[in-house]
């Protein structure tokens, strides 16, 4: 079929709903390790550049189901590109279908225990276009973490792209 079941409902495709999982969990991760409750930090959902930034660090965050392999897709050729006076991570996180995992619901009550203000991540989930019927029908669709390892993208063995590595123009 063209469509997933999913897109038909109107709700998230199966695309969206695994990178949004991918941000969360990290999102998840950095407020257990610290990172302030207001989520400023969490910029993805508003087009920046990466996914998660602070003043001195970015994550840049991808998630998939692809089984074989790390290939993931790098939409603009200044995604890989460090912050000014910063760093860049990409974090990579392959996620496996499990229907004793965790649902797209689960995972946001999880960032909401971790310590998140309910009201921002609830933003950030709008501006995105998640709304109550994809938390609700989401319950359906489970996930397990098969795999998550972050990349230090600036060290000289990770292969990237930069406008730099181009002689002149874009």
């Not at 207001?38 to 840049?60: K, Y």
Request: proline share 5%.
């Amino acid at each position: 079929t063209l469509f997933s079941d999913a897109e038909r409902m109107g709700l998230l495709s199966d695309e969206s709903l695994i990178g949004l999982l991918g941000e969360l969990l990290v999102a998840e991760q950095l407020l257990v390790a610290g990172a302030p409750s207001d989520l400023q930090f969490w910029v993805g959902p508003f087009n920046d550049l990466h996914d998660m930034r602070s003043p001195t660090h970015a994550i840049e965050v991808k998630a998939t189901m692809v089984r074989e392999g790390r290939i993931v897709s790098i939409p603009s050729v200044d995604q890989l590109q460090e912050p000014d006076g910063g760093n860049l991570i990409l974090v990579h996180t392959r996620l496996d279908r499990d229907p004793a995992g965790f649902s797209l619901r689960d995972l946001v009550d999880r960032v909401f225990d971790a310590g998140a203000h309910p009201d921002q991540v609830n933003r950030r989930l709008n501006e995105l276009g998640v709304g109550a019927a994809d938390l609700a029908a989401g319950s359906a669709r489970k996930f397990k973490v098969a795999d998550t390892r972050a990349y230090d993208v600036e060290g000289a063995s990770f292969p990237r792209l930069l406008r730099s590595s181009f002689a002149v123009g874009d």
